[in-house]
């Protein structure tokens, strides 16, 4: 079971890596509400009036790593191959921690509003609008539409799996004018789907021979 995630527990040298823009979101958001700031009292959190608020993802992308205790950020390469820094500091990653809370693992096609935008599996994007007679859609940028009438509560369609959804944005708070665009920033992330960890045999092995203390050799046999 992955651990929660508490800054009091990494007071020292440490950044965290976040390499999807949803995972810097996130712990930017953690910060934020924590009372940290980056270095010159500038928010974590996207705010228009201040320009160098925000998470600043899009400049490292996939390598972002955040200097947390000290107000900074940087590449994951920069803390590994720097002299000195690949010493000093220990590289945390994002996935290696349990980000779940209460509302993630219970949200249902019911807790849709509208004005949310959600993500479905085939990446594609929809806001959720109110229809005469379907109750709710999801218009998408290409100018269709999804009809959610006999969608399933776990946000799932039967025979279409394409076509269910993986993540949840609330409304734009941080830019009003852009409430009816279908992006998901200045969004919050409400929900994400647990997807099921894929392994492979090696992998499998390692795991099983730690929590032994000794070697074990998983072998794959087809049953006939």
């Avoid at 040298?13 to 810097?24: L, Q, R, S, T």
């Amino acid at each position: 079971m992955k651990p929660k995630f508490r800054l009091e527990d990494y007071t020292g040298d440490y950044v965290m890596h976040c390499p999807e823009k949803w995972m810097a979101e996130k712990f930017c958001k953690l910060l934020h509400n924590s009372g940290r700031t980056w270095v010159g009292n500038h928010s974590y959190v996207n705010k228009p009036e201040d320009p160098l608020s925000g998470n600043s993802w899009e400049e490292e992308r996939d390598g972002t790593c955040y200097n947390f205790n000290e107000g900074m950020y940087g590449s994951k390469r920069f803390y590994l191959s720097e002299p000195g820094y690949k010493i000093r500091y220990k590289i945390l990653e994002f996935d290696n921690f349990d980000w779940s809370d209460e509302k993630e693992n219970t949200m249902t096609k019911s807790d849709l509003k509208v004005g949310y935008v959600v993500k479905f599996r085939n990446e594609m994007l929809g806001m959720v609008m109110p229809d005469e007679s379907y109750g709710l859609i999801t218009v998408n940028n290409n100018g269709t539409w999804t009809n959610l009438f006999t969608m399933d509560e776990d946000m799932t369609f039967a025979g279409l799996p394409n076509l269910e959804i993986v993540e949840v944005y609330g409304l734009n708070c941080l830019h009003p004018t852009k409430s009816l665009q279908i992006s998901t920033e200045g969004r919050d992330l409400l929900w994400k789907r647990k997807e099921a960890k894929k392994m492979t045999v090696s992998e499998i092995s390692e795991i099983v021979s730690k929590s032994l203390g000794y070697d074990v050799e998983v072998e794959v046999v087809k049953e006939h």
